[in-house]
């Protein structure tokens, strides 16, 4: 009796586990570079799902460069094919200006 209440909530489980949403994080990071080459000189806004220490690690490490992370938000959904990346709250709320 035990084992098919079992196999009844373990199938109700799966038929409705399709409502299921993923989330992913977005951090945001001035990056600067600490290599003294002519060009690259300036620090640039970048956007990204990898965390800090993923970034600097597949960006060149550390000796590299110089990741300042400015803000960071959940989003729900996925980013798989090659879908944008959600805006922050800031832009979704009309916060900041738009000129």
Not at 17 to 23: M, T
Not at 48 to 58: E, R
Request: net charge positive; with cysteine.
């Amino acid at each position: 009796m035990r084992t098919l209440l079992f196999i009844k909530i373990l199938f109700l489980s799966f038929v409705f586990s399709n409502n299921a949403n993923a989330e992913y994080r977005v951090y945001q990071y001035y990056v600067k570079s600490k290599l003294r080459m002519p060009i690259d000189q300036n620090g640039y806004l970048v956007t990204s799902t990898l965390d800090p220490v993923s970034y600097i690690s597949y960006n060149g490490g550390a000796n590299a460069l110089k990741v300042d992370l400015l803000r960071s938000w959940v989003c729900v959904g996925h980013t798989g094919e090659h879908k944008e990346l959600c805006k922050g709250p800031e832009e979704n709320s009309g916060v900041f200006a738009q000129k």
